[in-house]
């Protein structure tokens, strides 16, 4: 458990409640607290204790898994955490720029594959004559949804911009 490189200095400088929050907020689909505590190299109460803790907090969801409860991050904590990010990172002026481009990406897929949607995308991708073309659609389409989620956050940011930065917009 302990030979993966690192691990021993990821634990002496990060606490289990760090270690613990660090995997549960990264999990791509539910996991259980077992499966937590072994990737962030805790002792399953340990994990569990934590886990409820980041739940109290918000930043995690439960659900039901067939023998256990599994946790997943919380959409509302991890959007609100994108923003902060966004605005941490950029001015209105830069949020306006990064809409344009990711803008500019979803045209360049709907004119390059003559679709409306990621969900018409996975159409074609139903229909195609080779497996690297089905994948390479597939691909595509994902990519799509996440430009397009990034998209809907940045343009919330600009949106109210003057309320989350806690100043006024530039002049246009």
Known sequence: MNDAPGVERWKEHQSAFDRVRSIAVTVSEPRSADWIAEQAHVAGNTARDHLQRLVEMNVL???SG???TRY???PLYTRMQALRDLLDSRDRDDLLELRSDL???IEDWQSTYDVDSP???REQAARTDTAEQTR???HTANDWEIVAYRRRLVEDAIEHYSD???SA???A
Request: net charge negative.
């Open 136 to 138: 390479e659609l597939r």
């Open 119 to 121: 969900d018409d995308l």
């Open 66 to 68: 067939e023998t256990a």
């Open 72 to 74: 997943a991050p919380d």
């Open 169 to 171: 917009p530039a002049p």
């Open 103 to 105: 803008q500019e990406q």
């Open 164 to 166: 989350y930065a806690g």
């Open 61 to 63: 969801q439960t659900s």
